[in-house]
């Protein structure tokens, strides 16, 4: 089934073409939002929002609702707006359901309707998801935002930077994603304050360096460099700038768990006769097949045995963090004294 993509929809609602049905789901939630803000302003006038936008929430839905402000006629306006957020249509009772797709089959001349899947995720192989998404596509459009990745999401904070009035090159760009992580929202706030920082010029690895925050994945991926390979003092420093930036134990825990799960699945694929990055074919590594490889090189002087000592002392000390009073910062770095002696 094709999706209208980001570019196409860009120019359709640019030409005043307003879709009666539209629906917004991906992992990139800061498009998202965006798109779904900009159906809402094109399709009703803010001076008369409170007569003709009507928001949702798709937790609580209830057909009759729906259905009546979809129905009712706008206020001196030509449209009314609906927008409905985390419609989970696959938990829907059979009766709710056909009626909705009834009345997507036949969507208000008057009225745009647009179904966010903000933080509800679309199971594309249920039958009820795919009998949703066919009945939008048919009357209007489904628009999917995914994050963005390599040389598209480079190119849009190299053009962010030059609209701020600062230039930015393609290794300062790719090293900035590298630091702070590839959530939109986030880059796009750095890229704030560097060019706010700057006042003009080029931005270089070192402004990155002295103004952005390291993401958590950036930081505990140092780490786990760091304990395999037994640099003690770097891994403890870490530690304390991820704890001064008030990172929960638990959270920084299970974000290294996840880096030892990598090496552990990136090892096994060599074993195997495979490249690294095959378990993602396996696993969920949607454009972060990079981190396979990654770990596949952090852990090239580990043994299998070895990796799955870690991950055993791992479980032993998220466990210990859940279930005890213990102070959490000395588990911590328990836990990092056993993974060094491991390496």
Not at 301 to 320: F, G, H, K
Request: with cysteine.
């Amino acid at each position: 089934m094709a999706f209208l993509n980001e570019q196409d929809f860009k120019k359709q609602i640019s030409s005043g073409e307003l879709p009666p049905l539209c629906l917004v789901f991906g992992d990139e939630d800061y498009l998202k939002k965006h798109y779904v803000s900009l159906l809402e302003k094109k399709s009703v006038d803010e001076s008369m929002a409170q007569f003709n936008l009507h928001r949702i929430n798709g937790e609580n839905f209830v057909f009759d609702e729906l259905y009546q402000v979809s129905q009712s006629m706008p206020f001196m306006s030509d449209y009314n707006c609906v927008v409905v957020k985390d419609l989970a249509v696959d938990k829907m009772k059979n009766d709710d359901f056909d009626v909705l797709l009834d009345l997507l089959g036949d969507p208000p001349e008057t009225c745009v309707m647009v179904f966010w899947m903000d933080s509800v995720q679309l199971d594309e192989k249920k039958d009820k998801t795919k009998q949703f998404i066919e009945a939008v596509n048919q009357a209007g459009v489904v628009l999917r935002l995914d994050k963005m990745s390599g040389t598209a999401l480079f190119k849009l904070l190299e053009n962010g930077a030059k609209k701020r009035g600062c230039e930015m090159s393609r290794d300062s760009s790719s090293y900035l994603v590298k630091r702070v992580g590839d959530e939109l929202n986030l880059l796009l706030n750095e890229l704030d304050k560097l060019c706010f920082y700057k006042g003009g010029g080029e931005i270089t690895r070192r402004d990155i360096d002295e103004i952005c925050v390291r993401s958590l994945d950036a930081s505990v991926f140092d780490l786990s460099k760091a304990l395999v390979s037994g640099t003690a003092q770097q891994a403890f420093d870490i530690l304390g700038d991820l704890l001064a930036q008030k990172e929960k134990p638990v959270v920084i825990l299970g974000t290294l768990v996840s880096a030892y799960v990598d090496m552990y699945r990136a090892q096994v694929a060599l074993n195997s006769g495979e490249n690294a990055d095959a378990a993602a074919q396996v696993f969920n590594y949607k454009r972060k097949e990079f981190r396979l490889k990654n770990a596949a090189r952090n852990s090239a002087n580990m043994s299998m045995e070895q990796l799955r000592s870690c991950l055993e002392i791992l479980s032993d000390a998220d466990m210990r963090l859940k279930s005890t009073a213990l102070d959490e910062r000395r588990i911590l770095e328990e836990v990092m004294l056993k993974l060094i002696l491991m390496s």
